[in-house]
């Protein structure tokens, strides 16, 4: 059964005045190491405040650039739920592959052996946001019953070149290109040039909130830079602006809940209708004025449709 669901957010209210926006996940937040492929990643283990019956285990797969960070706003509105939550290989505090692609299908496998060395079963719940959305769709339909069921944020629906985006990009593509043929140390520093984050964090950032907007771009300076090296974000770049969730939407039986921006112009709100339309058990909701940072502008009602979605969609 195919459903839409209508629901019309509004950013964080406040303002000047307002004080900083935090998140305070100490109490919840365990951090391990695990040997996964021949690469130990770092990866939190998120415990909710109290176990009950409805308590269910979300792996989550971040975005391009991210790492864990990014989604503890989230993290933060699901207390009765145990999250897992991987720095994927390269960014963040895990090291790059040494030997495998940092591509769809090697974050895929990764993804597999993540699942297995941690023992987490055919139950478990899997979220992807943005670039972690195509690499959770595709493990997803590849994997027939591994994870139930599948919650995409932000998904890419199309190809990036495709929207109205699609200069921004080609100008992202010829800026990694440059960087990865420069010498390793100008090409890092083009790489994580703060002026460059504070644009794309500018130019993604919907929210008027002064605080929020703050918020929003110290994450960017805090953790938008802390990737391995830059031959490994080159290869996950191609991946994420080649790679889409519509590539395999038709294989995805599982119930697949996609949570979408109005104002995305990365992942635009015809694309999320298209794909919905290809989904086999598909359920869209959108979330007014906010674009392509829902977990950092509107994690409230991102929050309250994946809780709705997971009791209307039990362990099997």
Request: no cysteine; aromatic share 8%; charged share 15%.
């Amino acid at each position: 059964m195919r459903s839409t669901t209508p629901w019309w957010g509004k950013g964080v209210p406040g303002g000047a005045g307002r004080a900083p926006i935090a998140v305070d996940l100490g109490a919840r937040a365990d951090g391990h190491t695990v040997s996964v492929g021949g690469v130990v990643v770092r990866y939190w283990d998120y415990a909710p405040v109290e176990w009950t019956p409805q308590t269910r285990t979300i792996v989550m797969v971040h975005g391009f650039r991210g790492d864990h960070h990014g989604l503890e706003r989230v993290v933060e509105l699901l207390p009765h739920m145990r999250i897992v939550m991987p720095d994927l290989p390269g960014f963040g505090q895990s090291p790059a592959f040494p030997d495998a692609a940092h591509d769809i299908a090697g974050y895929g496998r990764f993804l597999g052996d993540f699942l297995d060395a941690l023992a987490l079963g055919r139950d478990t719940v899997l979220l992807g946001h943005s670039f972690g959305s195509i690499v959770a769709g595709h493990f997803a339909a590849a994997h027939p019953g591994r994870v139930f069921p599948l919650i995409l944020v932000n998904p890419i629906a199309a190809p990036a070149l495709e929207g109205p985006a699609g200069v921004l990009t080609k100008l992202a593509v010829f800026y990694y290109r440059v960087a990865a043929r420069l010498p390793a140390g100008p090409g890092n520093a083009l790489l994580r040039n703060p002026l460059i984050v504070q644009a794309m964090s500018v130019a993604m950032a919907k929210t008027r909130d002064p605080a929020l907007r703050a918020f929003i771009h110290g994450q960017h300076h805090a953790y938008f830079s802390s990737f391995a090296d830059r031959d490994m974000l080159l290869e996950s770049f191609r991946a994420s602006v080649a790679g889409t969730v519509r590539q395999v939407a038709e294989q995805l039986t599982l119930p697949t809940l996609l949570i979408a921006g109005a104002e995305d112009e990365i992942a635009t709100l015809p694309s999320q209708h298209k794909l919905m339309e290809l989904l086999p058990r598909g359920e869209l909701v959108v979330i007014g004025d906010v674009g392509h940072l829902i977990h950092y502008e509107t994690p409230q009602p991102a929050a309250a449709a994946i809780l709705d979605f997971l009791e209307r969609h039990p362990p099997l």
